[in-house]
Nanobody
């Protein structure tokens, strides 16, 4: 059984920063899996925001390139999403997916003045 917990969401002003965490627990070879961050805004489909593979390769959705950074700490079984220069359109529930299999409950990010 694998549990996934996201944290770090908050209300922040435009231009601000947040760091989201995605922590896994349970039996999983964390260092071998890809971890992806998704987001879903009200009335919109869920979209892939960023991903990181087992060898550390990363990919980003176009609108977040240069503003978001995904990283991982395999010893802590945690993936981070550093979000800078946040915009109102970044407002969404952010969820992570581990190993293309396990989902967390999500964490709310609201960007508003």
């Amino acid at each position: 059984q694998v549990q996934v917990v996201e944290s770090g969401g908050d209300l922040v002003q435009p231009g601000g920063s947040l760091r989201l965490s995605c922590a896994a627990s349970g039996t999983i070879f964390f260092r071998l899996v890809t971890v992806d961050w998704y987001r879903q805004a009200p009335g919109k489909q869920r979209e892939l925001v960023a991903g990181i593979t087992s060898d550390g390769s990363t990919n980003y959705e176009g609108s977040v390139k240069g503003r978001f950074t995904i990283s991982r700490d395999n010893a802590k079984k945690t993936v981070y999403l550093q979000m800078n220069n946040l915009k109102p359109e970044d407002t969404a529930v952010y969820s992570c997916n581990i190993g293309r299999q396990f989902w967390g409950q999500g964490t709310q990010v609201t960007v508003s003045s």
